[in-house]
């Protein structure tokens, strides 16, 4: 469904701000990993699945459905 497709951009971002903001790295060197994660999760641990050339979405909901809950709670707490 389209609520499950992510850009690849976006998705390196999210990884991208949270390596800076939770592991103080540098822009340039989060926004490596963060691409290397993104390569990673998909043809290796395949819990992201290609929709398009640079759109992403979980493999299984229950990835989607728990990131949801966490960005809820992070949210309201």
């Known amino acids: 469904s389209a609520v499950n497709h992510i850009s690849g951009a976006e998705l390196s971002e999210v990884f991208e701000q949270y390596l800076v903001e939770r592991y103080q790295r540098d822009r340039v060197t989060a926004g490596v990993i963060a691409g290397e994660m993104v390569n990673e999760f998909r043809d290796r641990n395949f819990i992201l699945s290609r929709y398009g050339p640079q759109v992403y ?21």
């Open 57 to 77: 979405g979980f493999v299984h909901r229950t990835f989607l459905e728990f990131f949801c809950a966490d960005a809820i709670l992070a949210k309201f707490q």
